[in-house]
């Protein structure tokens, strides 16, 4: 049940985050900024994923290219 932990842990984080800038209960008063907000947490946690494998690929290519130079 690790991904319901992380669900609530992300679900926790909107709501101190939300009721933080915007005042206690404005959360709970708001569902659809809650989803706002964990749909553009995930997007970046999507984004931060992509780049971290293209940096590998990069990596990993200018390993390919080195053994072409010495053969």
């Given at each position: 049940?690790?991904e319901?932990t992380?669900?609530?842990t992300s ?9 933080g ?10 569902p659809a900024?809650?989803g ?8 970046h946690?999507?984004?931060?994923t992509?780049?971290e494998?293209i ?6 290519s200018g390993k390919f290219?080195?053994?072409?130079r010495l053969?």
């Open positions: 049940m690790a319901t992380d669900i609530k679900l926790m984080a909107a709501k101190v985050d939300i009721d800038l915007f005042g206690p209960g404005y959360a709970k008063a708001t900024l809650v706002a907000y964990l749909r553009a947490a995930a997007i946690e999507i984004d931060k992509l780049v494998g940096d590998h690929l990069v990596k990993i290219n080195l053994l072409k053969f």
